[in-house]
RNA sequence: UGGGGUAUAGCCAAGUGGUAAGGCACCGGUUUUUGGUAUCGGCAUCCCAGGUUCAACUCCUGGUACCCCAGCCA
């Protein structure tokens, strides 16, 4: 159990266990029904970090014991969302790899009298069982003989069984306060086809039995997971004391809260509804807190384990601040990536002191920092800028009639007067440029407003995909996803799918890894900056 | 309702008897050709009530709130 530190814990742990030559080794085992999310990376990450730390191993182990809802396309799924994340995990292995060490340890039990068949139907069962108030009362074929439940058990494993009429129960203690105690179910017939082991199995073992022994069996020391299999614990150590003898080699099952981060869904059913319901795109939509799905979006390796590092590792439930998650990502984001300028709402700006043909190039540094290179920038008489920036109500940012404010990067102008649409809608802006202001001020002229801007003539049209969190107060966010026709620099031509960039004074954005292409410029947005236009 | 857990700021989270770390968020100052970044400052007496002690977030007693378990899911 975690009590402080876990770190300090596991490795008090650790060097009792190393005393018995012993490493300490975990596993990150997920089940291969569905693609992997934000939750697993925290998952993937304790076990991986808390492995490098004690120099350990962490192993991959798909828990994949039920074949009905199992399928291979997520084993490839599952490890090219690890391979991406950037986390080592030594070992594939597989659950069904043990189905054969199983079923002797089966049988074992039953030899020993702690394990029996039991006739009785999924709701006599569930009777039986009793609840939170009453004990449970021991099913009639509780007392059946060595012999028979072997022939039985047999006649299961060789098919001869219909689904539902037999199964094979452990003998513990219908009377235990802890339900999970009360003869659970270690076997189950299921006649439909693995996807790794084929028609050969015709009965299954339960979660339970399968992964103490799995753990056993491949060394490890630490099986850690989350909470919800707290009182599992006490079947994982009975299976283990009733089938291996050496107590100091048995795993120490220790549960970690779960990471849950507001605003997101994570729900293998929720997201599916959402896709059978066309209110998302896929697995992989940028919404979603999928590894996939972040991945499309542009959230980095770096800042989803740096998301799982800042956060900790506790017992208590949590609910993180969704902030946590778009500090993770922009403090990644910042030194790293390029910033170019684009806009979203483009309205045209005349120059109009400026001859017809005007041009001039201006070299403009990557980052202001740190050295990312430079790029052309064209300054003519015609040039887009944001609308949001057009402000009447004289804000000190922004550009209103009769006032200055500085093209980034370049020079200071005045806005002179508007145009305007018969339906008052605004057509375009008109002014002039001091050219005596280039990266100096202009005399007595303090400027607070500073705004981007793209050339008319030097400019590609380029497509921006907006989003909000999908939830909203706890209920599916019918505005998180909006997409714009804009207009950026040329020099998206030489970037590739999954670049990510800063639009400066508005925020990160990422290249879509499937749309984006020489001709097609599709940006997602990662995340805003702190404050923007 | 039985059992198993958890409670420290708006959200995470250190802390194991010596007088409440840190991060996010928020608010304010400085720098700044991004309302960005950086930087400086502000922001809690620890679920409640008793008790033990020179001293309690830490120990004891009694409450309260929330989470998990009654799949032939994991």
Not at 29 to 51: R, T, Y
Not at 265 to 282: E, Q, Y
Request: aromatic share 14%.
């Amino acid at each position: 159990m975690i009590k402080k530190n876990i770190i300090d814990y596991l490795s008090k742990d650790s060097k009792f266990r190393s005393l018995f030559k012993k490493n300490f080794i975990t596993r990150f085992s997920p089940e291969p029904n569905g693609c992997l999310h934000l939750g697993h990376v925290k998952s993937i990450w304790v076990n991986c970090s808390l492995a490098k730390v004690l120099n350990g191993n962490c192993y991959i182990r798909f828990d994949d014991t039920n074949p009905i809802k199992e399928n291979k396309i997520y084993i490839t799924s599952v490890l090219e969302d690890i391979h991406w994340l950037g986390l080592k995990l030594k070992n594939i292995n597989y659950a069904s790899n043990y189905f054969n060490k199983l079923f002797e340890w089966a049988l074992l039990l039953i030899k020993q009298g702690k394990a029996y068949i039991d006739d009785l139907s999924i709701s006599e069962i569930k009777q039986y069982r009793g609840d939170f108030k009453s004990v449970g009362y021991n099913s009639p074929y509780r007392k059946r003989n060595i012999k028979d439940n072997i022939f039985f058990f047999k006649k299961m494993y060789k098919g001869f069984v219909k689904e539902g009429k037999k199964v094979l129960r452990a003998k513990i203690d219908m009377n235990s306060k802890n339900i999970n105690l009360r003869d659970p179910i270690m076997y189950r017939i299921i006649n439909v086809y693995h996807y790794r082991t084929g028609n050969y199995w015709k009965i299954y073992p339960s979660y339970d039995f399968t992964h103490g022994q799995s753990d056993m069996l491949e060394g490890i020391t630490h099986s850690i997971c989350t909470l919800e299999f707290e009182t599992n614990r006490y079947l994982y150590q009975w299976f283990l004391k009733n089938i291996f003898n050496d107590y100091f080699k048995y795993p120490k099952q220790i549960e970690f809260s779960r990471m849950n981060i507001s605003f997101s869904l994570t729900s293998k059913r929720k997201i599916k509804l959402l896709i059978d319901k066309n209110f998302i795109f896929g697995w992989d939509d940028p919404r979603l807190s999928t590894i996939s799905g972040m991945r499309r979006r542009g959230y980095t390796p770096t800042s989803l384990k740096n998301l799982c590092k800042i956060t900790g590792i506790t017992r208590s439930n949590n609910n993180i601040d969704i902030h946590l998650q778009y500090y993770a990502i922009r403090s990644d984001l910042e030194n790293k990536v390029i910033r170019v300028m684009c806009v979203i709402n483009p309205i045209k700006l005349i120059l109009t002191n400026l001859i017809v043909d005007y041009e001039e190039i201006i070299t403009v540094k990557n980052h202001p920092f740190i050295e990312m290179g430079a790029r052309s920038m064209y300054f003519n008489r015609e040039i887009w800028i944001d609308l949001k920036d057009f402000n009447n109500k004289q804000n000190l940012f922004r550009l209103s009639k009769g006032k200055n404010v500085r093209l980034r990067h370049s020079y200071i102008i005045k806005c002179k007067k508007f145009v305007f649409f018969k339906n008052e809608q605004i057509k375009e802006i008109q002014g002039i440029v001091y050219l005596n202001s280039k990266h100096k001020n202009l005399e007595g002229k303090i400027l607070k407003g500073v705004i981007h801007w793209v050339s008319v003539k030097h400019s590609v049209p380029v497509l921006i995909r907006l989003y909000n969190t999908l939830l909203h107060k706890n209920i599916v966010n019918n505005n998180s996803f909006f997409f714009t026709d804009s207009i950026g620099e040329p020099i998206f031509s030489h970037i590739k799918p999954e670049t990510r960039v800063q639009f400066e004074r508005i925020g990160f954005f990422c290249a879509d890894r499937y749309d984006f292409n020489k001709t097609n410029f599709v940006f997602n947005e990662i995340i805003s900056l702190k404050t923007f236009i």
